[in-house]
T-cell receptor, first 114, second 114 residues
Framework: DAGVTQSPTHLIKTRGQQVTLRCSPK?????VSWYQQALGQGPQFIFQ???????QRGNFPDRFSGHQFPNYSSELNVNALLLGDSALYLC?????????????FGPGTRLLVL | AQSVTQLDSHVSVSEGTPVLLRCNYS??????LFWYVQHPNKGLQLLLK??????LVKGINGFEAEFKKSETSFHLTKPSAHMSDAAEYFC????????????FGTGTQLKVEL
């Protein structure tokens, strides 16, 4: 059973560019959450997708957007990249119907903005 | 609002000695509490979780944590440290009805010395 997968593993962009990160949830999971982990810090919640809609959002600007597909996979898009967007981006999946569900994390995509 | 405070940014122990990683939480609702571990260049792995059942929670690799409501604490312990335990540990809180948004502490770097 494959766990949560993310692509690409590493990415280098320049300021002002746009980036798309991808996530495939664990089999049987229907909810995807995205987190940003800056160097030396704990992950920060960006947003969560369920039934192809954004259900909850953290304190991130509109430059951060996402999408969930019918197969439950998800994308994170960041526009007008800033140097401060350099971070490890983590995707986590879970089952919405499971009480106090556990989130399982992928290995992350490391984004460097130059 | 919910939050967690990890009281130590770095902890160093000798192999074979006990481990104690401290965490205090703040939550207006009944919390779910988790400990995740992150090894270098790897994703987050769930060690254990508390979901209002038994207050003493046993996890993987010999770790356990005790939920103490009166002290708003959820400290992580292990009787005997192993070299492979060296990693970053995160205390995490969420609450029922909160859409399962995870709020992470700043992390504790555990070093295990021979």
């Amino acid at each position: 059973d494959a766990g949560v997968t993310q692509s690409p593993t590493h990415l280098i962009k320049t300021r002002g560019q746009q980036v798309t990160l991808r996530c495939s949830p664990k089999s049987g999971h229907d909810t995807v959450s995205w987190y940003q982990q800056a160097l030396g810090q704990g992950p920060q919640f960006i947003f969560q997708y369920y039934e192809e809609e954004e259900r909850q959002r953290g304190n991130f600007p509109d430059r951060f957007s996402g999408h969930q597909f019918p197969n439950y996979s998800s994308e994170l898009n960041v526009n007008a990249l800033l140097l401060g967007d350099s971070a490890l981006y983590l995707c986590a999946s879970s089952r919405d119907r499971e009480y106090q569900e556990t989130q399982y994390f992928g290995p992350g995509t490391r984004l460097l903005v130059l | 609002a919910q939050s967690v405070t990890q009281l130590d940014s770095h902890v160093s122990v000798s192999e074979g000695t006990p481990v104690l990683l401290r965490c205090n939480y703040s939550s207006s609702y009944s919390p779910s509490l988790f400990w995740y571990v992150q090894h270098p260049n790897k994703g987050l792995q769930l060690l254990l979780k508390y979901t209002s059942a038994a207050t003493l929670v046993k996890g993987i690799n010999g770790f356990e944590a005790e939920f103490k409501k009166s002290e708003t604490s959820f400290h992580l312990t292990k009787p005997s440290a192993h070299m492979s335990d060296a990693a970053e540990y995160f205390c995490v809180v969420s609450f029922t009805g909160g859409g399962n948004k995870l709020t992470f502490g700043t992390g504790t770097q555990l070093k295990v010395e021979l």
